[in-house]
């Protein structure tokens, strides 16, 4: 079993930056993707961004891509998501979550087999 926690986020004011982390623990894979979603109230999961184990690939969805970069640490099992520019409409529930599949960048919810319990990020305007 693998346990995900994230920290960092908060309210910010529109414009402004957030960073957070996510660290894995437990039985991992010898290698995994690992990902970004958020969830707004009222509203399906949706894909933020995803880095591969190299660290090497990133994809981001088009309305984060130039504000957001996504990281990660394997010595330390930790992936992060550096927000700039943050927007009102940024303002959700982030989760991380692990894919031990063959997808270096996976973008769907089933394609994850854990997640995180979620942080939530407030942008006000």
């Known amino acids: 079993q693998v346990q995900l926690v994230e920290s960092g986020g908060g309210l910010v004011q529109a414009g402004g930056s957030l960073r957070l982390s996510c660290a894995a623990s437990?039985?991992?894979?010898?290698?995994?993707?690992m990902g970004w979603f958020r969830q707004a109230p009222g509203k399906e999961r949706e894909f933020v961004a995803a880095i591969s184990w190299s660290g090497h690939s990133t994809y981001y969805t088009d309305s984060v891509r130039g504000r957001f970069t996504i990281s990660r640490d394997n010595a330390k099992n930790t992936v992060y998501l550096q927000m700039d520019s943050l927007k009102p409409e940024d303002t959700a529930v982030y989760y991380c979550a692990v894919s031990e599949g063959t997808i270096a960048t996976p973008v769907l919810v089933h394609e994850y087999e854990y997640w995180g319990q979620g942080t939530q990020v407030t942008v006000s305007s």
């Open positions: 437990g039985r991992t894979s010898s290698s995994y993707a």
